[in-house]
């Protein structure tokens, strides 16, 4: 297992597109985690999954953004016609749930967005 | 509202000086302080966490409740240290997710 990995790593998109990132977790971590940071600023919280179940979304997401994980394990979070305002780059992390060492979330690369 | 304050952008000290990051947060309840770091072209990792109490990489923070502080130090500062360095609490009411700060940049000059 080489960590969590996110793809692609990059898009280059113009406005009013639809985009689609993929995240695959650490294979036994049941919680996993979206972000997006712009520059100059720390990563934000977007959303999060226990298993399959969104637990929680933030009100940066707004109704073009949607996230699923439907058989518990990748993550996709697609933008629905995209604006200059959602270039950033999108991180995703994965965690165990309750229990041991479940506060420590571990990263992707990160996919980086830029719309044109 | 939970807030991470990490006041300054960039750091720049030079090797074998002391560094301090300063880190101040604003939350309601009792927390969960970090220290997240990134190096030059490397992904987000975990430096350390307060409820650990560990030195990594001869690095230490300290939790001050009263001061809503949990500044990052290392008595002497290696080139190798440069990188990004971000401040994040949770709780585990909240289903564990970060609130992260602004970021600090250390610069080391040899």
């Known amino acids: 297992d080489t960590g969590v990995s996110q793809n692609p790593r990059h898009k280059i998109t113009k406005r009013g597109q639809n985009v689609t990132f993929r995240c695959d977790p650490i294979s036994e971590h049941n919680r996993l985690y979206w972000y997006r940071q712009t520059l100059g600023q720390g990563p934000e919280f977007l959303t999060y999954?226990?298993?399959?179940?969104?637990?929680?979304k933030s009100r940066l997401l707004s109704d073009r953004f949607s996230a699923e994980r439907p058989k518990g394990s990748f993550s996709t979070l697609e933008i629905q016609r995209t604006e200059q305002g959602d270039s950033a780059m999108y991180l995703c992390?994965?965690?165990?749930?309750?229990?041991?060492?479940?506060?420590?979330?571990?990263f992707g690369p990160g996919t980086r967005l830029t719309v044109t | 509202a939970q807030r991470v304050t990490q006041p300054e952008k960039l750091l720049s000290v030079f090797k074998g000086a002391p560094v301090e990051l300063k880190c101040n947060y604003s939350?309601?309840?009792?927390?969960?302080l970090f220290w997240y770091v990134q190096y030059s072209r490397q992904r987000l990792q975990l430096l350390l966490r307060?409820?650990s109490r560990e030195s990594i990489k001869g690095f230490t923070a300290d939790l001050n409740k009263g001061e809503t502080s949990f500044h990052l130090k290392k008595p002497f500062a290696q080139e190798e240290d440069s990188a990004m360095y971000y401040c994040a609490l949770t709780r585990r009411e909240y289903g564990n997710k970060l609130v992260f700060g602004a970021g600090t940049i250390l610069r080391v000059k040899s």
């Open positions: 999954f226990q298993n399959e179940a969104q637990l929680e």
């Open positions: 992390a994965s965690s165990l749930g309750a229990g041991g060492s479940s506060y420590e979330q571990y």
């Open positions: 939350y309601s309840g009792s927390p969960e």
């Open positions: 307060h409820i």
